[in-house]
């Protein structure tokens, strides 16, 4: 069963491979070793602990790593053209105001699928963690999209 969420999470991040997490890079207080699966990522920073409804999880393994398209159609351009109102970017005529909508048409995110647990709990489960690219991934705001039980 998947459980969706859209929840602010803290992330601490780790180098790929097998390193040792640098606490005062993650933010979070030793995450210990992070597996990085069969895959090979285009970033050299990987998800090591995050922070959810008040509890720690260590990343255990890193499942897997994907983009994907933002919901336009709840965003300010869809809602205006649901809603008959004339958005700022129809305002303009120009190829500037084209580019933008284009723009946050395509907009896409980072998804981290990760297994990970509490510690001192046997339990491990496997969760969808996203963040914008195009922010700098040690300061961006991460979310907590799935729970695959």
Do not use: K, N
């Not at 109102?85 to 120009?94: C, H, L, Q, T």
């Not at 496997?126 to 991934?137: F, I, K, N, T």
């Amino acid at each position: 069963m998947v459980r969706r969420f859209a929840e602010i999470v803290h992330v601490g991040l780790a180098q790929t491979g097998p390193t040792q997490a640098d606490p005062a890079r993650t933010g979070l207080a030793q995450t210990g070793l992070v597996q990085v699966g069969s895959g090979r990522f285009d970033t050299d920073v990987v998800p090591a602990a995050f922070q959810w409804r008040q509890h720690r999880y260590v990343v255990r393994e890193v499942l897997g790593h994907w983009r994907e398209r933002r919901a336009w159609w709840t965003g300010a351009l869809a809602q205006a053209a649901r809603s008959g109102e004339p958005s700022a970017a129809e305002g303009d005529a120009g190829v500037g105001g084209v580019a933008s909508v284009v723009g946050a048409l395509g907009e896409e995110y980072e998804v981290w699928r990760v297994e990970a647990s509490r510690p001192g709990f046997a339990s491990v489960g496997v969760y969808d963690l996203c963040h914008d690219p195009g922010s700098q991934p040690a300061t961006a705001a991460w979310r907590l999209l799935r729970v695959v039980d």
